[in-house]
């Protein structure tokens, strides 16, 4: 028996309401990395050619925790 065919036969005893994490696990799996990837670099792009002068401007994380009521 090959291992995708051990896989169908174990859900069988996978109780429903586990299925979405099978689901989930399954589907990152076989995700697309290039496009992962492709994604991100978009993003760094995005980041280094934005005019705002203050993107790299840092908040202390005492602030921060302060700002979001974490103190």
């Not at 291992?3 to 697309?32: F, H, W």
Request: hydrophobic content about 30%; proline content about 6%.
């Amino acid at each position: 028996m090959s291992n995708k065919e051990k896989i169908i036969k174990l859900l069988d005893s996978v109780p429903e309401y586990k299925m979405g994490y099978v689901l989930a696990y399954v589907q990152g799996l076989t995700a697309d990395e290039e496009a992962d990837d492709i994604f991100c670099e978009k993003m760094v792009q995005d980041y280094l050619n934005d005019p705002d002068p203050e993107k790299e401007e840092g908040i202390p994380l005492e602030e921060c925790r302060k700002e979001w009521g974490l103190d």
